[in-house]
């Protein structure tokens, strides 16, 4: 019923910068944390930054200064500002979110389909 969508993924030069977006729709009663990771070819997925509900956010080290998380609560919609880019960042990146669908339920993880991120040298 519900489901995440990212875009904004692409090929980008070294020093150059990405925007991802990634938009939550369907039944939600509410979303607690969002967030992304990435995996990169031969390497397991690590979480790259997190956001919660009330805007803590944490970030990888190797992304810190460089990639700044937010959101927009109104449009159910995380961001991920990307600048700097190096080859190091290529990756499948996947939006993450926790969400209760119904009042009563409790809260359960859902991922989007990832966005593939390419950075040349």
């Known amino acids: 019923q519900v489901q995440l969508v990212e875009s904004g993924g692409g090929l980008v030069q070294a020093g150059g910068s990405l925007r991802l977006s990634c938009a939550a729709s369907g039944t939600i009663f509410s979303i607690n944390r969002m967030g992304w990771y990435r995996q990169a070819p031969g390497k397991q997925r690590e979480l790259v930054a997190l956001?919660?509900?009330?805007?803590?956010?944490r970030y990888a080290d190797s992304v810190k200064g460089r990639f700044t998380i937010s959101r927009d609560s109104a449009k159910n919609t995380v961001y991920l500002q990307m600048n700097s880019l190096r080859p190091e960042d290529t990756a499948v990146y996947y939006c993450?979110?926790?969400?209760?669908?119904?009042?009563?339920?409790?809260?359960?993880?859902?991922w989007g389909q990832g966005t593939q991120v390419t950075v040349s040298s």
């Open positions: 956001i919660t509900s009330d805007g803590n956010t």
């Open positions: 993450t979110s926790t969400m209760t669908t119904q009042s009563w339920d409790v809260p359960r993880i859902y």
